[in-house]
Nanobody, 131 residues
Framework: QVQLVESGGGLVQAGDSLRLSCAAS????????MGWFRQAPGKEREFVAA????????YNADSVKGRFTISRDNAKNTVYLQMNSLKPEDTAVYHC????????????????????????WGQGTQVTVSS
């Protein structure tokens, strides 16, 4: 069982930066792939960024490439999402997720980008970007 708690959201202006944090419980955090997803009102949850269990590989959605960076600190059981050059369309509730390594590809560090690849989800933190 893994419990995830996000923090760091808020109301900012377009062009500003925020850093989201996701603190995980449990001793096996370092064995989980981690990801960030977001959900805007009336829209489906969408993939934002993912990082392999080791932290050696990351993958971002096209909509955030060059602006967002995912990282993890396995010693602190925490995953981060650094968000720069924020846009109004980034407004959403941001959720972090944890998923066990199930496939050979994931064991080799390929990040998981689909919701069904994750077993545990946080409650989310609201990010609002005004124009």
């Amino acid at each position: 069982q893994v419990q995830l708690v996000e923090s760091g959201g808020g109301l900012v202006q377009a062009g500003d930066s925020l850093r989201l944090s996701c603190a995980a419980s449990g001793r096996t955090f370092s064995s989980y792939a981690m990801g960030w997803f977001r959900q805007a009102p009336g829209k489906e949850r969408e993939f934002v960024a993912a990082i392999s269990w080791s932290g050696g590989r990351t993958y971002n959605a096209d909509s955030v490439k060059g602006r967002f960076t995912i990282s993890r600190d396995n010693a602190k059981n925490t995953v981060y999402l650094q968000m720069n050059s924020l846009k109004p369309e980034d407004t959403a509730v941001y959720h972090c997720a944890a998923g066990p390594v199930r496939t050979t590809a994931q064991a080799m560090g390929v990040p998981a980008t689909r919701t069904y690849e994750y077993d545990y989800w946080g409650q989310g933190t609201q990010v609002t970007v005004s124009s």
